[in-house]
């Protein structure tokens, strides 16, 4: 179990950009896969993307391809997702999440840790 708190959440102009942020705390972050998801109101939660612990492996759902980019920074027990060309679809709060294997499926169900959510905006 990891403990992650998200942050850089906000209001934004369609066409903007932001940087979401997700720290962790504990020893074993380095191992575990991280992911984004994010909930719009009335909406299931959906994925949005995911890294291994190396980094080396990403995914993306298909609507942010092109236009979000996770990272991680292991020393810093801190995941990234950089946000550009925002729509005001993708307004939505989103969430850090983490389980101990990278995997193929990225089903909200098979993470155990979760941050409490970070509102995104975006205005057209």
């Known amino acids: 179990q990891v403990q992650l708190v998200e942050s850089g959440g906000g209001l934004v102009q369609a066409g903007g950009s932001l940087r979401l942020s997700c720290a962790a705390s504990g020893r074993t972050f380095s191992s575990y896969a991280m992911a984004w998801f994010r909930q719009a109101p009335g909406k299931e939660r959906e994925f949005v993307a995911a890294i291994s612990w190396s980094g080396l492996s990403t995914s993306y759902t298909d609507s942010v391809k092109g236009r979000f980019t996770i990272s991680r920074d292991n020393a810093k027990n801190t995941v990234y997702l950089q946000m550009n060309s925002l729509k005001p679809e993708d307004t939505a709060v989103y969430y850090c999440?983490?389980?101990?294997?990278?995997?193929?499926?990225?089903?909200?169900?098979?993470?155990?840790?979760w941050g409490q959510g970070t509102q995104v905006t975006v205005s057209s």
């Open positions: 999440a983490s389980r101990p294997y990278y995997g193929q499926c990225f089903l909200p169900s098979s993470f155990a840790s």
